[in-house]
């Protein structure tokens, strides 16, 4: 029995994406794997008047199981409008990193008020024609999808590639008209997971590929993954109290403002938040080392990454103040 996530009180992204354009912010896309995570999340958007995409990947569904991310994301909706004086904010339920179809149509039946198929692996005919089918199916219930064109490089979850491959500008035009899709992933720099870049590494979005690419497709919403920014004081406090993340650099944050201000809608952010919980557990574990309530220790990992994802919003993001955008 397929539920739609209207009644879930969700909304797709094609709002959420026409505003952020107009306004020259992009949505906060954060991925959540629990109940901490998530409250976090929602925390940090209500008190910053964000709109804001919940992800799910194919390794939540895995852990967290499919069916209880989508009570937890319905749960979100009447918590945000319980912190929020009833007003609530905009949630968009997401699958990120789609595998293939199958697994898209099971997140749509479900509720999810967007799905991503990544299609990227395969040949440029084949990625068309399954994100065109994913399209197909979506569009009878306005579930909004979104395509990628292009392989980041790293580790994220079962998403592994050893080389980036850019995405081309010519494929870009052809790409849209054909799968009909609502937004794209592009790969233009970012990479994905903790260890992005090596040290005496000068990471760079390239902005001029962006700029081909909107040149191309005038006023279509891009995505970016891969864009955590590896805080070096997150991983000095995890590497101080027992971790040993070695060389874990990101892209920078002003470098993501740039790209957030043109056409780029939705900026993906997950290995800044892993860091910011790890570096608040491991130091708990470290200064209280009798310490066994779970509480105890994931409650400020929560609050570490509630905070994170504010200035995310603030700073990076732009997109605090712009819940409510008519």
Excluded at 48 to 69: F, H, W
Excluded at 140 to 147: A, I, L
Excluded at 174 to 194: E, N, P
Excluded at 251 to 270: F, H
């Amino acid at each position: 029995m397929a539920v739609s996530y209207k009644d879930l009180g969700l909304v797709n992204t094609r709002e959420m994406f026409a505003k952020a354009m107009k306004g020259h912010y992009a949505i906060p896309a954060y991925n959540f794997n629990n109940m901490e995570q998530l409250q976090a999340i929602i925390q940090a958007c209500v008190e910053t008047e964000s709109p804001v995409i919940l992800q799910v990947s194919k390794g939540a569904r895995e852990y967290a199981n499919q069916t209880l991310l989508r009570y937890l994301a319905q749960g979100a909706v009447e918590y945000a409008k319980e912190i929020s004086g009833g007003k609530g904010i905009p949630i968009c339920l997401h699958l990120d990193h789609g595998p293939d179809f199958e697994t898209c149509k099971s997140c749509i039946d479900m509720g999810f008020s967007s799905v991503m198929i990544d299609g990227s692996h395969l040949p440029y005919e084949e990625n068309v024609a399954e994100t065109r089918k994913v399209v197909e199916y979506a569009h009878k219930f306005d579930v909004t999808v979104e395509g990628e064109l292009g392989v980041l490089a790293g580790v994220e979850d079962d998403v592994k590639a050893e080389h980036h491959t850019y995405t081309q500008p010519e494929e870009v035009e052809d790409f849209v008209k054909r799968t009909g899709v609502d937004s794209l992933a592009i790969a233009i720099g970012t990479s994905h997971g903790a260890y992005k870049f090596k040290p005496g590494d000068d990471p760079k979005i390239r902005l001029d590929i962006l700029a081909e690419i909107e040149k191309r497709i005038p006023g279509f919403p891009i995505v970016l993954h891969g864009s955590s920014s590896v805080p070096q004081d997150l991983v000095k406090i995890i590497n101080e109290n027992g971790g040993k993340l070695k060389d874990a650099i990101g892209i920078g944050e002003d470098q993501l403002r740039a790209a957030s201000k043109s056409a780029v809608c939705k900026i993906n952010i997950d290995s800044d938040g892993r860091l910011a919980m790890t570096a608040a557990i491991r130091k708990v574990f470290n200064e209280k080392p009798a310490e066994f309530d779970p509480r105890k220790y994931l409650g400020p990992a929560r609050t570490a990454l509630k905070e994170l994802y504010k200035r995310k919003n603030v700073e990076v993001l732009g997109s605090a103040g712009h819940a409510y955008d008519k």
